[in-house]
């Protein structure tokens, strides 16, 4: 049973850049035909999907993001990281990490629980 962990720091103070990390277990980032992926909920707003790394290595963003966003991996940890620059109140929002063999999806096979992140000074 693959199971996904977000850590990372709760408040980011604008135009600093947020990073969070995603802990899988019970499956290989390195070795499934998965895509590994970040979406995001902000308050009163829908699921966002914001990027991924697949199971290679490759990366891809969401347009809207791409400019600010970088996803990379540890395989020996297996674990994957999300940057997010330039940060704004309005990247305030539960941030997920998630599994699944489909690229651009806000409804994953695999999700983590979230975690609260608010961007303020």
């Known amino acids: 049973q693959v199971q996904l962990q977000e850590s990372g720091p709760g408040l980011v103070k604008p135009s600093q850049t947020l990073s969070l990390t995603c802990t899988v277990s019970g499956g290989s980032i390195a070795t499934t035909s998965d895509y590994w992926s970040w979406i995001r909920q902000p308050p009163g707003k829908g699921l966002e999907w914001m990027g991924a790394i697949s199971y290679s290595g490759s990366t891809y963003y969401s347009p809207s993001l791409k400019s600010r966003t970088s996803i990379s991996r540890d395989t020996s940890k297996n674990q994957f990281t999300l940057q997010l620059s330039s940060v704004t109140p309005e990247d305030t929002a539960v941030y997920y990490c998630?599994?699944?063999?489909?690229?651009?999806?806000?409804?994953?096979?695999?999700r983590g629980q979230g975690t609260q992140v608010t961007v303020s000074s």
């Open positions: 998630a599994g699944d063999r489909v690229l651009v999806t806000t409804t994953p096979s695999y």
